[in-house]
């Protein structure tokens, strides 16, 4: 009896959430009105990356907007500091998904420098070849080219983070506008992450659907994709709620990094492919461990 009762519970807790995310989604890909001064909201704003671009239909409080803001400049501080560095060493750099938010920005910052990834994604030397120079708040500012930054959010998100917020959505959806879909389709086998781009690619599609809303080249890029990868072999696992952040469901996880790392092995990458097969146990410890109330684990970690 109890334990029906705190599975309800846990069910209406995760409903609830799915419709506050909803919400603040469809605030920004609608540009619909929110709950002023709901702490949920702003919370919720925070967790997703999308604080500042929800302040004014939030009615946050200057106090609130200005932390957002000092945080931001803490973060350019950052990169004034490693950029004059690296620059000083001649060392060649880019910076990646950082900036792909503005005007918010996160409590750190990614360089990405001359070296080899863990598992096998992208050539750091190929990204740094393709890297454009631009101005960012008043500085030259060195990022990746569009298809390399699709492909990095696309990695990170499934790969690094196992989870997608609300920015990784919107930023999804604003940088492959310009990128050409045969490109993106390209980057992606050439990384082995066809499994995981298309999984991303639906929970992107199921979080436009429930905000009713369409990004005709998101949907095209979808549909090559399935064209050219074949069927989504996770979708499966995509039938869970649509609360923000965004968890990618333990058993979907466990499959894409054995996927990559079939494919890895096929390649001749075998010590990327050694490095996601030791991922999964790794995953499922963190698991058993995040449930754990006294971190039976933590030592480990």
Not at 117 to 140: A, D, I, M, T
């Amino acid at each position: 009896m109890r334990t029906d009762f705190l599975e309800s519970m846990g069910i209406v807790k995760t409903a609830r959430k799915e419709a506050d995310s909803i919400i603040l989604a469809r605030a920004l890909l609608r540009n619909e009105p929110l709950p002023n001064n709901s702490e949920k909201f702003i919370e919720l704003a925070k967790l997703n990356k999308v604080l500042l671009r929800t302040a004014s239909q939030l009615g946050i409080s200057a106090s609130a907007r200005q932390d957002a803001k000092n945080s931001a400049a803490e973060a350019w501080e950052l990169f004034d500091k490693m950029s004059q560095a690296f620059e000083e060493r001649g060392i060649p750099f880019v910076v990646i998904k950082s900036f792909d938010s503005l005007p918010d920005i996160g409590h750190d910052l990614d360089f990405l420098i001359p070296s080899p990834f863990g598992e096998e994604y992208l050539s750091p030397e190929q990204v740094l070849k393709h890297r454009r120079r631009e101005n960012v708040n008043g500085r030259g500012v060195w990022l990746t080219s569009d298809v390399d930054g699709v492909l990095i959010r696309v990695i990170h998100a499934m790969y690094r983070h196992n989870a997608l917020k609300l920015s990784d959505i919107l930023d999804f959806a604003k940088m492959t506008r310009g990128c050409p879909a045969d490109k993106v389709i390209e980057g992606i086998e050439r990384t082995g992450t066809q499994d995981a781009f298309l999984y991303y690619l639906a929970t992107v599609g199921r979080f436009l659907e429930a905000c009713d809303v369409d990004f005709p080249h998101v949907t095209r890029l979808r549909e090559q994709a399935v064209r050219y990868f074949g069927r989504e072999m996770l979708s499966f696992f995509g039938k869970d709620r649509l609360a923000l952040p965004y968890r990618i469901p333990l058993q979907a996880l466990v499959m894409v990094f054995l996927f990559k790392a079939a494919r890895d092995a096929a390649r001749g990458r075998l010590g990327s492919a050694v490095r996601c097969l030791l991922a999964p146990p790794l995953v499922l410890l963190n698991f058993v461990n995040a449930l754990s109330r006294d971190r039976l684990l933590k030592k480990v970690w």
